[in-house]
Nanobody, 127 residues
Framework: QVQLVESGGGLVQAGGSLRLSCAAS????????IGWFRQAPGKEREVVAR????????SYPDSVKGRFTISRDGAKNTVYLQMNNLKTEDTAVYYC????????????????????WGQGTQVTVSS
């Protein structure tokens, strides 16, 4: 079992920054990878970043590459998503999710590969 709690969302102007946190508890933190996803109204849930169990491998879609950075702190059992140069199209509910099964990296863009989810945190970027 893994429990995930996101925080750090809010309202920010375009060009601004936010840092989201995902606090994990339950299963040993280093045994699962984490993905950050977002879902805007009327759109499908999409991955925006993921990080391996060790933290040594990260990946991003082109839409956020160079603006978002994912990291994990084993001492705090927390994964962070630093979001810079935010755009209005980044507005969405952001979720962190844990993959405890160990799906291959080629599948980790798919929300179905993650078995534990947080409740989400709203990010709103105004123009």
């Amino acid at each position: 079992q893994v429990q995930l709690v996101e925080s750090g969302g809010g309202l920010v102007q375009a060009g601004g920054s936010l840092r989201l946190s995902c606090a994990a508890s339950g299963r040993t933190f280093s045994t699962y990878s984490i993905g950050w996803f977002r879902q805007a109204p009327g759109k499908e849930r999409e991955v925006v970043a993921r990080i391996s169990r060790s933290g040594g491998v990260t990946s991003y879609p082109d839409s956020v590459k160079g603006r978002f950075t994912i990291s994990r702190d084993g001492a705090k059992n927390t994964v962070y998503l630093q979001m810079n140069n935010l755009k209005t199209e980044d507005t969405a509910v952001y979720y962190c999710a844990a993959d405890t099964i160990g799906s291959p990296p080629t599948k980790l863009h798919n929300p179905l590969e993650y078995d534990y989810w947080g409740q989400g945190t709203q990010v709103t970027v105004s123009s």
